[in-house]
């Protein structure tokens, strides 16, 4: 059950339906993420301005997904692993890949590289050594390359955190985020 109502028609804040009818327009929905964050123009404009800065970024649209996935699972966020799976999908990712890089693992080693220091940064809040960071280079990363998976990571703990605080009914195929960690 939500603790924050997505945002409606009646209770929109100008500013936000603008962007939420250009979602609308470009995806044919708007995404219950979306409508909660819209309560906070400001919020929205933030969501919104972090992903197309990173869009236009080194990291391919697809390891953007995976590095998602990886944040999402450490951060146990349903919501996120289950719209990253369905946007993962979309760009060419294999669903048996997409399922284990929730888990930080991937059957590509650059990825892996990518995805291990995603982890080590949620795991350690930032504080990486320099082991981690050269391992990452090592791999075949540059220093903006770094930059982007740590910004990456960040961004998806916004949403993560957002969709886990205001408990933002899923609106994607279900795909749950520790669905294939041990216990």
Do not use: W
Request: glycine residues 6%.
């Amino acid at each position: 059950m939500p603790r924050i109502e997505t945002a409606t028609t009646a209770n929109t804040p100008a500013a936000s339906a603008t962007l939420l009818e250009g979602v609308q327009k470009k995806l044919g929905m708007v995404p219950n993420l979306f409508k909660t964050i819209a309560h906070s123009p400001a919020a929205l404009k933030f969501y919104f301005a972090q992903g197309e800065a990173l869009a236009t970024g080194k990291l391919s649209a697809g390891l953007r997904h995976q590095i998602a996935l990886v944040t999402s699972g450490v951060n146990n966020c349903d919501y996120c692993a289950s719209a990253h799976t369905l946007m993962g999908k979309g760009v060419g990712l294999q669903i048996e890949e997409l399922a284990v890089n929730l888990l930080a693992q991937s059957s590509d080693a650059k990825v892996q590289a990518a995805l291990t220091f995603s982890k080590l940064i949620l795991e350690k809040q930032g504080h990486v050594s320099a082991d981690d960071v050269q391992a990452v280079k090592e791999a075949g990363y540059d220093d903006a390359a770094v930059m982007e998976i740590i910004a990456n990571v960040a961004a998806t703990v916004y949403t993560n955190f957002v969709n886990n605080a205001c408990g933002t009914v899923i609106d994607f195929p279900l795909v749950r985020a520790r669905a294939l960690e041990t216990v």
